[in-house]
Structure formats: C-alpha cells, structure tokens
C-alpha cells in the first residue's frame, strides 16, 4: 500500500518469466551471492546493460576501496540518515551488521559525536559525513 507522500515507481518491473539473458546472468549472480534480487534491480533492469554497468560501479565502489567494508557501511547509513533516505537505511541496516558494525554504533549513529563507540578513524570518516546544503 501507498500513501500521497510516499512516492512509487512508475515504471513496470520487468516480467521474470522470460528475463533478458544478460538480466538472467545479473540476477543469478546477486542469488548466487546470498543477496536478493530488489526491485530496483528489475527496474534498472528495463535497460539491462545499464544494470550489468551499475553492478560493476557498485562492485568497485565496494571492493576496491581503501575503506573498510564496515567503515563504508557505517557513512552508507549515516548519509542515508541525514538525507532522509529510509529505503537506504533498511537496505544497508542488514549488511552493516554482516560488516561488523554493531546494532549500539547503528543506534548511536545520529549522536555519534556523543558517545565512545566509534574509533578515532570511524571519528574522522563521520565529521567528513555531513550537509553541506539543504537536500
């Protein structure tokens, strides 16, 4: 169910039944991962080679950094929170945890500068974390 103030996609979601090859190939390798398939994989889908682009972005952006897995987690979700992104936070909640941010630290998160539970790197990375200007 929607609400007014809760926009939705307008676009169809790609059929499953016969998915394009390179759709079938993505959607494979997201299941083979342990991930589900989201509904803005099918969406992006509507252009497939789009998707495969996006995946490898995302995949570097991931594995190739020179941040921590954890650490990119933790701004993931300090960004989501302060851009007002609730599809982001539940989407990354999960993984943060599989990273090994704790549930404290993901609660602590709007006051971190408050408490002692991030280290003096996970410090700097959340002071870098901020509005610059109204979203």
Same mark, same amino acid.
């Given at each position: 169910?929607?609400?007014?103030? @809760? ?9 499953? =039944? ?15 991962? $342990? ?9 992006? $889908? ?77 410090? =700097?990375?959340?002071? @870098? =974390? ?6």
């Amino acid at each position: 169910m929607t609400s007014p103030d @809760r926009p939705i996609s307008r676009l169809p979601i790609p059929s499953q =039944a016969e998915p394009h090859p390179i759709l079938a190939e993505m959607f494979a390798r997201i299941r083979a991962a $342990g991930r589900r398939v989201l509904n803005i994989h099918r969406v992006v $889908g509507l252009a497939p080679k789009l998707l495969r682009a996006q995946a490898t972005y995302a995949a570097a952006l991931r594995d190739e950094s020179s941040l921590p897995r954890a650490l990119q987690e933790l701004l993931i979700l300090r960004i989501a929170q302060l851009n007002n992104s609730e599809y982001e936070q539940s989407a990354h909640r999960g993984v943060a945890l599989q990273q090994g941010v704790t549930a404290e630290q993901i609660r602590a998160l709007p006051t971190w500068r408050d408490t002692t539970l991030f280290d003096e790197r996970q410090r =700097a990375a959340l002071g @870098r =974390a901020t509005l610059t200007e109204p979203v």
